[in-house]
């Protein structure tokens, strides 16, 4: 099995710390009051965190990007361009986007991204991939290095693998999608990619993901 270093809240919320040469690539900064932990487990690591690469907006996922770039000063904050606006408390959306109500929390922060990044773009080893429906600029992250995805909410395991296209009654992270057809649109882009193992943000990490996959999006098609 690879190495996921996974930093987890009672397995319930995730952030993961990413190998890179230069130091350690952050995916995530979890709930507030998260901060000291991710950084006892760099410390494990015994490399520096470099890069906080953030999947989407959602408070449970930026909960505590400004304690820590208080605490890494040095470190590069990362997202889409299009969550950096929800990250700035920007809820507008765009013409050419469903013009459902954004739901979750998006409780913003005072720290501005150091870069936004695109689909097709790279953060270190990790490939940015369009994962949008969860929040509008959602993205995943693909480590062609062992195929490890990491999917934010796109897919949670916590329950069993699902998407969060359709409510999962043991873990209903759909009630906080924005818009459930692109979701699911993107939990199918993302089952393409046929991942080794799915690293989510809620629930622990899953090898050999593809069947539990397919099921998952066969329940919300
Ligand atoms: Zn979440």
């Known amino acids: 099995m690879a190495d996921v270093n996974r930093i987890t809240r009672l397995g319930m919320v ?27 487990g760099a410390e494990v690591s015994g490399a520096p965190i470099v890069r906080i690469l953030l999947t989407h907006a959602h408070g449970d996922h930026i909960g505590s990007l400004d304690a ?6 040095e470190g590069e904050v990362i997202i889409s361009t299009r ?24 409780p913003g922060a005072e720290t501005k991204p150091d870069r936004t990044v695109d689909p097709g773009d790279r953060v270190g080893s990790l490939d940015v991939v369009a994962a949008p429906g969860h929040t509008p600029g959602h993205v995943a992250l693909l480590d062609p290095r062992d ?5 934010g909410d796109a897919y ?21 999608t924005w818009h459930r057809p692109t979701e699911l649109e993107s939990a199918r882009a993302l089952r393409a990619l046929e991942p ?6 809620h629930g622990k990490v899953v090898e050999s993901p593809l069947e539990a996959m397919d099921r998952a999006i066969a329940r919300a098609s």
């Open 196 to 201: 080794a193992r799915l690293a989510p943000g």
């Open 83 to 106: 969550d950096a606006r929800l990250l700035a408390k920007d809820m507008s959306l765009d013409p050419d986007e469903p013009k459902d109500k954004l739901r979750g929390g998006y």
């Open 14 to 40: 995730n952030a993961y710390l990413v190998r890179e040469d230069d130091g350690l690539t952050l995916i995530d900064t979890m709930l507030g009051g998260s901060a000291g932990k991710i950084i006892a």
């Open 147 to 151: 195929r490890t995805l990491y999917c």
């Open 68 to 73: 820590l770039k208080e605490r890494l000063p």
């Open 156 to 176: 949670s395991t916590l329950g069993g693998v699902a998407t969060s296209a359709k409510v999962n009654p043991l873990f209903p992270l759909a009630l906080f």
